[in-house]
């Protein structure tokens, strides 16, 4: 009895010391931090390609570089070491190439092309020398020929001239984040033939084309595109079709007056399957994607998930055409579902508190998937009769070192009897403690918090913090009703869903009521400026990339189609009413009493820099302790890694010094 009293002993010793063995996160794991994307399965099915990410330190960005894995996960090759980026790997349809895009200068072309590695050995040659911007490809069928979506060349850059020349703007939708300035260059499809390298313009005009999907017999090709009198002005999309030649006339296959895209044919070739949008007003952002099929001439539609009243994606035709496979946003899940095109029952193959990204069809029928969790960054798994497989191993030798806070799911009811979802970590060690809070607020609005690894929530919590994450009405993942709640009334039902999930947490002894932080990015930091003014409990707050004086957004950002058709035009009085109701965290700043940290990308075209700029201007009047952090050369999303680390340092400290 002594011997075993003595081993639990021991055991628990070494237990106790390997936990404390393990670190919390700091903002420099921004640089350990790879992230996985674009799987695609070779045609027999025996090894997988993919994209991953991986920090440059040096050059302070991420790296993407090409590997593959085999299907059981028992082999993993690096296939590219260039300093510059691969992406969007595929497999020729004979599986004797590996393609993909690059833009790797070879001559004097500094475009992106594509590449062809031969399986068989040697290296890797530029295939194409496309003078516009590359921005996709697909392999024909039979892998003769490839479909390529380019855009346009910039007449304007042909001679390199040293000064640049003026930017004029013509149209409605006239600046793009990361694009900058739009112009009239329209994207094309073109055919690429493999024997002899001859491209032929497959689509012309003043349009747009783009989602190719080619016919299983190579002889038809479905695209999506806009061609009303001004695309600007609407947010429709049509599915077409055109013959794989050049020359051929183009047939319209949907004329909803909403959205209808991502195209793709069933193996038989009888039905296509696309997703529609819920909504066929002008403007559609508060909407959800439905599963639909037609018959390949465009007739017989029918809407598969309409009752599901939830957001579908990633459609995958079965190899005998009687069902596709799809993913479902569903209340912080995102979980793998399954219809039959005939009845259109459905049938969930997996799901659970986690989330689900990609889906592709293994020859078996099997499926290759990327998951995560609460607690493990996404990873490549193959799907077999609802057995989940991990293939590979990105994050998992570093991230076993850190202690990462624990994350469980919880209902809040706000004033008006709303249920409303949340999430809550906690890191470890706070077991009977109440912890200061730092409620942070997913942008969109129309996206959602999920059972899934988020690493800026881990990093608050790695500082001591339980932090809340609340899916406010205007989120996705509760049926369109809930996000449409919101529309043209910002700022109101959001905060009393926030406010609400706060009082909850409070409520249950969980949190620490008198240390409460808030904040977040984009709509996140909107939502943070509106929740200050109208609420004083919050000792410290930031706002990332927001805006409050609504009014002073309009043609300064890149939502004129949303200000016009959601808000109004501002010179009407009734509309100006609504634009001024809008912004009353700048007409209201007097109220707010919280230190505020503001942030924002320098050349930030989707949230501008004056949005963030006016409120600190404000609370910098009244006194209000403030900070203004202006990243240089950044866009809406912050890509230079120093810069990522700094915001992590500047998140901490700021509430730190307030908080605690």
Same mark, same amino acid.
Request: a neutral charge.
């Given at each position: 009895?002594?011997?075993?009293?003595?081993?639990?002993?021991?055991?628990?010793?070494?237990?106790?010391?390997?936990?404390?063995?393990?670190?919390?996160?700091?903002?420099?794991?921004?640089?350990?931090?790879?992230?996985?994307?674009?799987?695609?399965?070779?045609?027999?099915?025996?090894?997988?390609?993919?994209?991953?990410?991986?920090?440059?330190?040096?050059?302070?960005?991420?790296?993407?570089?090409?590997?593959?894995?085999?299907?059981?996960?028992?082999?993993?090759? &690096? /296939? #590219?070491?260039?300093?510059? %980026? +691969?992406?969007?790997?595929?497999? $020729? !349809? @004979? *599986?004797?190439? =590996?393609?993909?895009l690059s833009s790797k200068k070879v001559d004097s072309i500094e475009k992106s092309q594509v590449w062809l590695m031969d399986r068989r050995g040697g290296e890797a040659k530029q295939f194409t020398r496309i003078k516009g911007d590359l921005r996709g490809y697909q392999w024909s069928p039979d892998g003769k020929r490839i479909i390529l979506v380019v855009k346009d060349e910039d007449e304007t850059e042909k001679k390199k001239p040293k000064i640049k020349a003026p930017i004029v703007a013509n149209r409605y939708h006239f600046k793009q984040d990361i694009d900058g300035y739009i112009g009239n260059r329209a994207t094309h499809?073109?055919?690429?033939?493999?024997?002899?390298?001859?491209?032929? &313009? /497959? #689509?012309?005009?003043?349009? %747009? +084309?783009?989602?190719?999907?080619? $016919? !299983? @017999? *190579?002889?038809? =090709?479905?695209?999506?595109?806009?061609?009303?009198?001004?695309?600007?002005?609407?947010?429709?999309?049509?599915?077409?079709?055109?013959?794989?030649?050049?020359?051929?006339?183009?047939?319209?296959?949907?004329?909803?007056?909403?959205?209808?895209?991502?195209?793709?044919?069933?193996?038989?070739?009888?039905?296509?399957?696309?997703?529609?949008?819920?909504?066929?007003?002008?403007?559609?952002?508060?909407?959800?994607?439905?599963?639909?099929?037609?018959?390949?001439?465009?007739?017989?539609?029918?809407?598969?998930?309409?009752?599901?009243?939830?957001?579908?994606?990633?459609?995958?035709?079965?190899?005998?055409?009687?069902?596709?496979?799809?993913?479902?946003?569903? %209340?912080?899940?995102?979980?793998?579902? $399954?219809? @039959?095109?005939?009845?259109?029952?459905?049938?969930?193959?997996?799901?659970?508190?986690?989330?689900?990204?990609?889906?592709?069809?293994?020859?078996?029928?099997?499926?290759?998937?990327?998951?995560?969790?609460?607690?493990?960054?996404?990873?490549?798994?193959?799907?077999?009769?609802?057995?989940?497989?991990?293939?590979?191993?990105?994050?998992?030798?570093?991230?076993?070192?850190?202690?990462?806070?624990?994350?469980?799911?919880?209902?809040?009811?706000?004033?008006?009897?709303?249920?409303?979802?949340?999430?809550?970590?906690?890191?470890?060690?706070?077991?009977?403690?109440?912890?200061?809070?730092?409620?942070?607020?997913?942008?969109?609005?129309?996206?959602?918090?999920?059972?899934?690894? %988020?690493?800026?929530?881990?990093?608050?919590?790695?500082?001591?913090?339980?932090?809340?994450?609340?899916?406010?009405?205007?989120?996705?993942?509760?049926?369109?009703?809930?996000?449409?709640?919101?529309?043209?009334?910002?700022?109101?039902?959001?905060?009393?869903?926030?406010?609400?999930?706060?009082?909850?947490?409070?409520?249950?002894?969980?949190?620490?009521?008198?240390?409460?932080?808030?904040?977040?990015?984009?709509?996140?930091?909107?939502?943070?400026?509106?929740?200050?003014?109208?609420?004083?409990?919050?000792?410290?707050?930031?706002?990332?990339?927001?805006?409050?004086?609504?009014?002073?957004?309009?043609?300064?950002?890149?939502?004129?189609?949303?200000?016009?058709?959601?808000?109004?035009?501002?010179?009407?009085?009734?509309?100006?009413?609504?634009?001024?109701?809008?912004?009353?965290?700048?007409?209201?700043?007097?109220?707010?009493?919280?230190?505020?940290?503001?942030?924002?990308?320098?050349?930030?075209?989707?949230?501008?820099?004056?949005?963030?700029?006016?409120?600190?201007?404000?609370?910098?009047?009244?006194?209000?302790?403030?900070?203004?952090?202006?990243?240089?050369?950044?866009?809406?999303?912050?890509?230079?890694?120093?810069?990522?680390?700094?915001?992590?340092?500047?998140?901490?400290?700021?509430?730190?010094?307030?908080?605690?």
């Amino acid at each position: 009895m002594k011997l075993f009293l003595c081993l639990a002993i021991v055991l628990s010793a070494v237990f106790a010391n390997a936990q404390t063995n393990k670190r919390k996160l700091i903002p420099n794991d921004v640089y350990r931090f790879r992230s996985i994307s674009a799987p695609k399965i070779s045609p027999e099915g025996k090894w997988v390609i993919y994209s991953v990410s991986t920090p440059d330190s040096i050059k302070d960005k991420n790296q993407s570089d090409l590997f593959m894995v085999s299907w059981d996960g028992t082999e993993t090759i &690096q /296939l #590219t070491y260039s300093e510059e %980026d +691969e992406s969007n790997a595929q497999f $020729s !349809p @004979d *599986g004797r190439y =590996i393609s993909y895009l690059s833009s790797k200068k070879v001559d004097s072309i500094e475009k992106s092309q594509v590449w062809l590695m031969d399986r068989r050995g040697g290296e890797a040659k530029q295939f194409t020398r496309i003078k516009g911007d590359l921005r996709g490809y697909q392999w024909s069928p039979d892998g003769k020929r490839i479909i390529l979506v380019v855009k346009d060349e910039d007449e304007t850059e042909k001679k390199k001239p040293k000064i640049k020349a003026p930017i004029v703007a013509n149209r409605y939708h006239f600046k793009q984040d990361i694009d900058g300035y739009i112009g009239n260059r329209a994207t094309h499809l073109y055919i690429l033939e493999i024997a002899s390298g001859k491209v032929e &313009q /497959l #689509t012309t005009g003043k349009y %747009d +084309e783009g989602s190719p999907s080619w $016919s !299983p @017999d *190579g002889s038809k =090709i479905a695209f999506v595109s806009n061609t009303t009198e001004d695309p600007d002005r609407n947010d429709n999309e049509d599915i077409f079709v055109v013959d794989a030649k050049a020359g051929s006339p183009t047939k319209k296959l949907t004329v909803w007056k909403g959205k209808d895209g991502s195209p793709q044919w069933s193996d038989d070739g009888k039905y296509i399957s696309f997703l529609r949008s819920t909504s066929d007003d002008t403007y559609i952002n508060y909407d959800q994607n439905i599963l639909a099929v037609m018959q390949s001439d465009g007739s017989h539609i029918k809407l598969l998930t309409k009752e599901l009243d939830r957001p579908v994606s990633n459609l995958k035709w079965s190899k005998d055409s009687q069902s596709i496979s799809f993913l479902v946003e569903d %209340d912080r899940q995102k979980y793998i579902s $399954s219809v @039959d095109v005939a009845s259109g029952k459905m049938r969930k193959l997996i799901g659970d508190d986690r989330s689900f990204s990609v889906l592709e069809r293994h020859p078996s029928g099997s499926h290759l998937t990327v998951m995560s969790d609460p607690l493990h960054p996404a990873n490549l798994f193959t799907l077999t009769n609802g057995k989940l497989n991990q293939i590979s191993q990105v994050n998992e030798t570093w991230l076993k070192g850190i202690d990462l806070a624990t994350v469980r799911g919880f209902k809040s009811k706000s004033e008006d009897g709303t249920l409303v979802s949340g999430l809550l970590l906690m890191p470890s060690g706070s077991a009977n403690k109440k912890l200061p809070l730092v409620l942070y607020i997913h942008g969109g609005p129309v996206s959602q918090d999920q059972f899934s690894f %988020d690493l800026t929530r881990q990093m608050l919590a790695a500082g001591g913090y339980a932090v809340a994450a609340v899916n406010y009405r205007g989120s996705n993942g509760r049926g369109t009703g809930f996000s449409k709640a919101i529309y043209g009334d910002w700022g109101n039902l959001e905060v009393s869903d926030l406010l609400s999930a706060t009082d909850h947490l409070v409520k249950e002894g969980l949190v620490d009521g008198d240390k409460l932080g808030i904040g977040g990015w984009s709509y996140g930091g909107i939502l943070t400026d509106y929740t200050i003014t109208k609420d004083q409990r919050f000792k410290a707050a930031i706002s990332g990339a927001g805006s409050a004086m609504q009014l002073s957004m309009y043609g300064v950002d890149q939502y004129l189609l949303q200000w016009n058709e959601e808000v109004g035009l501002p010179w009407l009085p009734k509309d100006l009413e609504r634009y001024m109701k809008l912004s009353y965290p700048f007409t209201h700043a007097n109220q707010i009493k919280t230190p505020t940290l503001f942030m924002v990308g320098q050349n930030d075209f989707n949230v501008p820099s004056v949005g963030s700029e006016q409120m600190y201007a404000a609370l910098k009047t009244l006194n209000v302790p403030t900070e203004l952090v202006i990243y240089p050369g950044q866009f809406h999303g912050i890509d230079a890694l120093s810069y990522q680390a700094d915001r992590f340092k500047r998140y901490l400290e700021w509430y730190g010094k307030y908080l605690k």
